[in-house]
């Protein structure tokens, strides 16, 4: 699976972003999705992750309350809508999927995930 993020860019702090992550196959429904950041100077960090089915979905505390992960299966998308966004939400996101044999699981880590796509620039100013 090939995956193409975007909508990245720059807003003020209390704005909101929708990123959207395309992905390149028809297997895309047997994938869980997740989305994770990178900071200057700072490790990957998970952000968000949703299931095969779409039915469960995890987030990080740092953004639980804030922001949303959602798919639809059948434009092989995932996306991911940001509001109230803070300056410590200034980084590059990346998306993410995994080949699921069980439909609910939901990955955190990164070195769960097997494709990635080329990460979005998200900043957000004070």
């Known amino acids: 699976v090939q995956l193409q993020a975007s909508g990245g860019g720059l807003v003020q702090a209390g704005g909101s972003l929708r990123l959207s992550c395309a992905a390149s196959?028809?297997?895309?429904?047997?994938?869980?999705m997740g989305w994770f950041r990178q900071a200057p100077g700072k490790g990957r960090e998970f952000v968000a992750g949703?299931?095969?089915?779409?039915?469960?979905?995890h987030y990080a505390d740092a953004v639980k309350g804030r922001f949303t992960i959602s798919r639809n299966n059948v434009q092989n998308s995932v996306a991911l809508q940001m509001n109230s966004l803070k300056s410590e939400d200034t980084a590059v996101y990346y998306c993410a999927s995994n080949y699921e044999r069980r439909p609910e699981l939901v990955r955190v880590t990164p070195n769960e995930y097997q494709n990635w796509g080329q990460g979005t620039l998200v900043t957000v100013s004070s």
């Open positions: 196959r028809r297997t895309f429904n047997m994938n869980s």
């Open positions: 949703i299931s095969q089915n779409g039915y469960n979905a």
